[in-house]
């Protein structure tokens, strides 16, 4: 069967910038997969998604005009409904077959075939592939339908009575399938060949797109349009890169802010601009930040990281002489960074220490109280960690740094500028002469904000940090507060990762219960004891960060079951347990562990712990008994001097008399006491070879 190119276009009104790229991919893998499970399109077919401000497309290759045809059996009635005593088919029959397009001669060709519990009829029938009009109209249909579109309008269509909902207006539809066009329809709109060029820059208004395989080409010829978002965003990135070398500078690297540009120009034109450089008084976060998020605009930095007087403008037109383009940007920049300026001047005004009184005003939560209260734990949370971590002098410049820690909230410039909370408190510290060590650790106690952030830079900032997640997470789990499924408001799961991560490359000599424990009394009656809880919840972090890190699901199992309180232990604990896999005796052993956990589990009441030697009859378990205390002996100090890779290996060792004793000796015995001394004996081994992981979890 002979395939041509398909071509699927949709015009509409500027689309969100920030969701663009996604819906492009959503509207082509949707009618792709759509066309696929009709038929019409080969194995091989390959997709091209297009999407910039005004279109979504698709480009699809190898698309049949008709599907094959194929044989399916349906299943009609049993058969002890549809024929009667004579083998004559009933009114029921006759009426089945009716319904799927066949009459009473077909039933001599009728199948027989037991299905579930009766013999049932079935008709072997071709069924006709479908057409590529009918195929794609509901491939269209079903894309539309699934585009991800949080947001959409209701518009009225130019029948003036008649309503249709998208997420922006839609202009025109293009199929084309080579270069024959097929006939659909969606939201209003009848399909043809015509799409729309650039606003001001296409040859013509509309571009007549002569075949499926001409579209982009077309497009960028005749209708001064990039439609491929790849293609447009690499072309950005080109010229932002190549303007900045002109002036020996560096754009701010941003993807997010470099998809939502391409997202807003249909012809990318980048130009140079500058501003008056006594802005370069107000810190550069501030400037960066609006320049970004107000305008769209790439701030230009030198080799040092800091920020110049110049800027990159992606315009979407390129005129002739480009200087009203740039002057107008400039123009417009300006007011931005004057009511920067104009925050920052007046912020410094008053101090951090004068801010204090009014986060009372400002409410945490309903159940928690006021941004004054939380910081107030935030504080003592904080003192405690300094003292266990680096004794009266760290406690002392963690309590002053969790004190103005919040106070920045209470700024213009932030209360502009959320983004900018602590980064601020790091200016305005220093600006009230505190010393460099709180005014840093203001700005790290947000620290990690995400995954793959820095870590706090000091002790300082590693407590005020840790205090900060450990209030959140014992406050809003002491109220019930916790994340189910995808839903986590307070971004719970976040915080717990930088506990995690804190505690495991700081290497705090802290354990984790410790730490929450510390924080539960700052709250007094507001909350119920969430120990337990957050202790499970901050595990199942632990366990994706070791993951992330490329531990083996088996290894980190092993390691995090026993739950270990001293989290900087736990990359020792792995090291070792990967030691101990490549050894031969590794999965016997591990094997045999598990054996012992089953064994242990049945045990009813508690569990004997002392073995009598007198009591060991068969030579299998003396040689055991033997072998565990020589094992021991080299075992245990080089587990307690924290050489857990040493302590493994060494158990390696109990493998003979571990197989022997299980093939030799019964440790269910009739006689109490000789069961009670196996047990005993095997609980002994047990907690010997577990000391650091739960060896049973790499049994293959």
């Known amino acids: 069967m002979s395939t041509k190119s398909l071509l699927v276009e949709l015009s509409v009104e500027e689309l969100p910038p920030k969701s663009l790229k996604k819906l492009g991919d959503a509207f082509g893998a949707v009618l792709h997969e759509s066309l696929k499970a009709q038929g019409l399109c080969a194995g091989t077919s390959v997709a091209t998604t297009f999407a910039s401000p005004r279109r979504l497309a698709v480009h699809l ?3 049949a005009a008709r599907a094959a ?70 491939a269209l249909d079903d894309s539309l339908a699934k585009l991800p579109t949080p947001k959409v309008m209701t518009y009225q269509l130019a029948d003036g009575w008649s309503n249709v909902t998208f997420v922006r207006p839609a202009h025109g539809l293009l199929a084309l399938h080579g270069s024959d ?40 010829q005749e209708g001064a349009v990039l439609p491929s978002f790849a293609a447009r965003r690499a072309e950005v990135e080109r010229q932002l890169q190549s ?84 002057g107008g940007n400039e123009r417009v920049v300006r007011p931005r960074l004057a009511d920067a300026k104009f925050f920052f001047d007046q912020d410094r005004k008053k101090t951090l220490r004068d801010r204090l009184p009014g986060l009372a005003k400002v409410v945490y939560h309903n159940k928690l109280g006021s941004q004054g209260e939380r910081s107030e734990r935030v504080r003592t949370i904080a003192r405690e960690l300094g003292a266990r971590l680096g004794g009266d002098a760290l406690a002392q410049l963690a309590e002053r740094a969790a004190t103005l820690a919040k106070a920045d909230l209470l700024t213009e410039m932030v209360g502009e500028f959320p983004e900018l909370q602590g980064v601020m408190g790091n200016y305005y510290a220093r600006h009230d002469s505190e010393p460099a060590a709180i005014a840093e650790a203001i700005e790290d106690h947000y620290r990690p904000r995400f995954a793959g952030d820095a870590l706090p830079r ?99 199992d092993a390691v995090v079951s026993l739950r270990p309180q001293l989290l900087a232990d736990v990359p020792q604990r792995l090291a070792a347990v990967r030691a101990f896999a490549a050894l031969p005796e590794a999965q016997a052993l591990a094997a045999a562990n598990k054996r012992i956990g089953n064994i242990l589990r049945k045990v009813e009441g508690a569990l004997p712990t002392t073995v009598r ?77 577990n000391r650091i992981a739960d060896l049973s979890k790499l049994a293959v």
């Open 458 to 556: 000091s002790a300082v900032g590693v407590c005020v940090a840790l205090a900060d997640k450990l209030e959140t997470l014992v406050g809003l789990f002491g109220i019930g507060q916790v994340p189910t499924g995808d839903k986590d408001p307070f971004a719970l799961r976040r915080h717990a990762l930088g506990v995690v991560r804190m505690m495991l490359e700081k290497q705090l000599p802290l354990r984790l219960d410790a730490a929450i424990a510390l924080a539960v009394p700052a709250f007094g009656a507001l909350i119920q004891d969430p120990s337990q809880a957050l202790q499970e919840f901050v595990f199942d972090r632990l366990g994706s960060v070791l993951k992330d890190q490329g531990y083996k699901p088996q290894e980190i």
């Open 69 to 138: 045809d194929k044989a399916v059996q349906v299943k009609l009635v049993p058969v002890s409904v549809g024929l009667d005593a004579t083998g004559q088919p009933t009114p029921v029959l006759l009426k089945k077959l009716a319904a799927v397009g066949a009459d009473a001669s077909a039933v001599p060709g009728l199948k027989r075939a037991v299905d579930g519990k009766a013999e049932t009829l079935f008709l072997d029938k071709i069924e006709p592939g479908t057409t590529l009009a009918t195929g794609l109209q509901k």
């Open 243 to 326: 303007k900045a070398r002109e002036q020996g500078l560096v754009p701010i690297d941003d993807a997010a802010l470099l998809d939502e540009v391409t997202a807003l120009v249909e012809r990318p034109n980048v130009l140079l601009c500058r501003f008056e450089p006594e802005f370069l008084a107000v810190p550069q976060e501030c400037l960066i930040l609006t320049m970004k998020q107000n305008q769209k605009y790439f701030p230009l930095l030198d080799a040092n990281g800091k920020l110049t007087d110049r800027f990159l403008v992606v315009s979407n037109i390129r005129p002739a002489d480009p200087s009203a383009v740039i």
């Open 61 to 63: 290759t190898q698309v």
């Open 613 to 689: 030697p007198e009591l060991l009859q068969e030579s299998a378990e003396q040689e055991l008994h033997r072998a565990l205390g020589a094992v021991t002996a080299v075992a245990g100090p080089k587990f307690d001097a924290g050489d857990h890779q040493g302590g493994l290996i060494a158990c390696a060792a109990l493998r003979t008399p571990v197989d022997a004793f299980f093939d030799q000796v019964m440790v269910n015995a009739e006689d109490v006491a000789l069961r009670n001394n196996r047990l005993a004996l095997l609980g002994q081994l047990q907690a010997l070879m």
């Open 181 to 220: 066009v097929v006939p659909i329809q969606a939201l209003g709109l009848q399909s043809g060949r015509l799409t729309r060029g650039h606003r001001f820059e296409s040859k013509q208004p509309e571009v007549s797109v002569r075949e499926a395989d001409s579209y982009a080409t077309q497009l960028e």
